[in-house]
Every structure is written in structure tokens, then in C-alpha cells.
């Protein structure tokens, strides 16, 4: 395998003292049981994937773009009581981010882009709070899960280890994947409240009350080739996005009519 420039932890001060990077991007996940059959590092193996792939399209176009470490803790709240998911405080991210952010800031990196791959991860207003410190850093999120839609890939994506996430682990790493005979059915409660199912009002779910096999979504249509086409559509299209956006000035963010 060779050096990739764009991947932090593979580069080199004699790469990185040579190329003027403009944009950062910071991949955040989460450790947690995935179903039965699914590494508990799953949100953090795709983002690894997913970063690195993303910063190789952009690179190609000549944006220079780096991918940070992923961070590999998120927020579990909801699933205190499933051993081993370990939860890190939305205050916490949020100091994690500031302390990102300032470093970036004061080497004159001033695109930050969080590329969140978990679901009880929400960085809006932590990119709020600390951009309101961090005044001259661009700073954005991107849920990778919503840039596609995934109907479109996948018969029943599911929200967590389900088809989706299956296939991706098929796709990136699947010597980490039980057989599929082995996962759970992904059966998941919904509310006794009408509201609540229907998404306007929220509440967060108690996980062991929702699901029996921590998996929310019916694996067993996944397949590698399914992982594939999804991961190269959506890598384009982030990919795409960070060579747009690295180079486009700070100054000329807003469409001047
Ligand atoms: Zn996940």
C-alpha cells in the first residue's frame, strides 16, 4: 500500500511541510454493539473508508484536503446498559471539536468539514458555539448516511446494522463480518405514542427497549456488490464537495448575483 498524502495518519512532515492544505475533514463516529454480526467499530471502519476515499477524489481534482483521524467515540446516551457502548457527552465533543478547531485555525486551515457517521452524534450547534469562537474557520457537517438516497441502493436500509451498514462491512471489511446467519432480525418496537412515530415530536430511544439484538433494520439482503456501488456513489459526491469547497475563497462562500 502506498503513503496516501491526504490521510493524516499515513503522511509525513516531508509530504505535508510541501502542500498548502485549505481543507480539513474531521470523521466522527462512534463504538457500539451492530446487531449480532457487525464489529462494534463499524460507524468508525466506513468513516475511515469513507474520509480517505472522499479526500482521494477531491485530491485528484487538486484540492488539498486532509483526513484527520477518526474520532472513535460518540454519543450513547440511549445505551448505557449494552456493555461496551461507551459514551462520550455532547459537552465533551464539543470541547474536542474547540480544541480541533483552534489548532486548525492557528495554522491557517480555515475550511473544517465533520463528517459524522453516527446517528446519535448532532453537531449543529457545537459547529454554532465554537464557529462563534473561531471566526475566521468555515466550519460544516455532513451526516454521510443522508447524502444519497439510500432507497435507492438497498430494499430496506435500515438504521442501524441493517442492510445499509451490512453491506458496507461486506464491502470494506469483511473479514470482521459473523455469516449473515448468524445476525439478528433488526426488529425494532416503535413508540405507543403517535407523535413520536411520526417525527415531529423526539425522544431519544432507550435502546434495550427497542431492539433485542441491538440492530434496527433486517440485514439479510446485504451483499458486497450492494456496498460497492453505494460507497463509490456517495465517496463521488463528498468527495466532489470538498474540491468544491476547497476552492472556493472564504470570502466568496455567498452567490454575488
Ligand atoms: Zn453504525
Redesign the pocket.
Known sequence: MSIRPYVLTETNWKSVSETDFGTAVLPW??I?A?NTH?PYG??NI?LDRIAADACAVAWERGARVIALPTVPYGVNTGQSDIPLDLNMMPSTQQALLGDIAQALEGQNILKLVVLN???GNNFRQMIREVGFHRSKLFICEINWFKVLDAKLYFEDPGD??GEL?TSLILEIAPELALPLDQAGSGAARPWAIAGLNEGWAWAERRWSEVTEDTGVGDPRAASKAKGRLFLDALTRKIGDFLAELDSTPINAIYKRQ
Open positions: 463516529g462512534a457500539e451492530h457487525l463499524t460507524d466506513q457517521g453516527h446517528g442501524h446494522a451498514e
